[in-house]
């Protein structure tokens, strides 16, 4: 045998090993830095084998609902790492309870994806959402696909960069901006 096909057999038995070394999420963060940030101030990462839990323990920053209504909502995003769908339904009323002066908007149902590119996290999801507004008496439905690719820096920060893509407003005539990335950094709180 010579060197080099010792040196291909070798690389052979360590090429799966190194593939299926992936970063491990779990713990208690806090975001560092995120102009609007992909899961929260705050969260609690479970991950396993095969799938990753995040329970959002605090709300967005951009949430304009009144304090009472958020209180006890802690939303749970589970990723499964096999490249099945994770599909969710949400009953939305028509309107019920919203002020005729409002713009607002609920999730009415998402199919989610996650899968691994080397050591990042891809998970992708599309989204329908009921929204209404005093400028139209129908509510219409938004579709919005969002693309989160998670890391882990060398400094342990874990990184997540996010696009989102949307359907244009009805109301707003003006062209949307394209889709730019939105970089949030979030540390270890444990």
């Known amino acids: 045998m010579t060197w080099w096909t010792a040196a291909l057999a070798a690389l052979l038995l360590v090429a799966p090993v190194s593939a299926t070394q992936r970063p491990d999420f779990s713990g208690n963060w806090v975001l560092e830095s995120g102009e609007r940030p992909a899961f929260g101030t705050t969260l609690t990462a479970t991950q396993d084998d095969r799938s990753l839990t995040l329970e959002l323990t605090s709300l967005h920053l951009f949430d304009s609902r009144p304090a009472q209504e958020r209180a006890d909502e802690h939303p749970v995003l589970r990723y499964a790492f096999d490249g ?36 990042h996290l891809v998970v992708v999801t599309h989204s329908r959402h009921r929204v209404w507004s005093p400028e139209s008496p129908d509510n219409w439905t938004l579709r919005r696909t969002t693309r989160h690719g998670l890391s882990l820096r060398a400094d342990g920060a874990l990184v997540v960069r996010t696009v989102t893509i949307e359907d244009p407003s009805p109301w707003r005539p003006a062209p949307q901006a394209s889709p730019r990335e939105i970089v949030s950094v979030y540390r270890r709180s444990n």
Request: glycine fraction near 8%.
């Open 84 to 119: 099945r769908s994770v599909v969710t339904e949400h009953v939305v009323p028509q309107r019920s309870g919203r002020s005729p002066t409002s713009t607002g908007q609920a999730l009415e149902g998402s199919e989610t994806r996650a899968t691994w590119s080397a050591d």
